[in-house]
């Protein structure tokens, strides 16, 4: 029941995961954070099975880092999606497969900004927009619709706000906060949260 969303534009990423963490038909938090810094320009959005996800981003981000320490050089984007994909096609082949699903939202100095999506499966993408869950029904359509390459960062934000808004609109499931950050050539930047207050 979770929701990930991310959109790549000519300068930026800008990606988004609810805030939810459920078991069954219980909430048991709405704060938790699915968005994992991998390196100074990459981000990961994990969804799945709780153990899983959490344990798999830690384990990637800490061999993102162990290999710069290597080799004093960050992975990028692309470099960082086949690794990630090639850890999940290998553990998928044993019986301790990861369940997750997500999204990898990176900026490259030569090949600029980078959006992978990835399944449990180890199937990756090269897409200019993309989602996880039931809300991806619905936002993609969205997106499909308002997306240009050249928007602004506001511009970007405003449209995952409407994703957002429709979620919340059509999903019968409450996904009521989502966190969203920016990926371009200086780094990562925290957005404000994108909660039903942001639509008053």
Do not use: W
């Amino acid at each position: 029941m979770e929701c990930l969303l991310g959109i790549k534009f000519n300068d930026f990423v800008i990606i988004a995961a609810d805030r939810t963490a459920a078991h069954s038909i219980m909430v048991m938090k709405s704060d938790e954070n699915k968005l994992f810094k991998l390196s100074n320009k990459l981000v990961m959005a994990v969804s799945g099975e709780s153990g899983d996800t959490t344990q798999f981003a830690e384990y990637i981000a800490k061999n993102i880092q162990l290999y710069k320490m290597r080799n004093t050089y960050e992975l990028s984007p692309r470099e960082a999606s086949s690794f990630t994909r090639r850890i999940l096609a290998d553990t998928l082949r044993t019986r301790s497969a990861y369940m997750v699903n997500l999204l990898l939202a990176g900026y490259d100095d030569k090949e600029g900004p980078q959006l992978y999506y990835m399944d449990y499966l180890a199937s990756v993408a090269k897409l200019d927009y993309a989602a996880h869950g039931y809300g991806g029904y619905f936002s993609l359509s969205i997106m499909d619709r308002n997306y240009l390459k050249n928007m602004t960062q506001e511009q970007g934000y405003d449209l995952m706000k409407k994703c957002v808004q429709e979620v919340h609109k059509r999903l019968i499931i409450n996904l009521p906060n989502f966190k969203v950050q920016i990926i371009d050539k200086n780094g990562i930047k925290d957005m404000p949260d994108i909660t039903s207050k942001s639509f008053e």
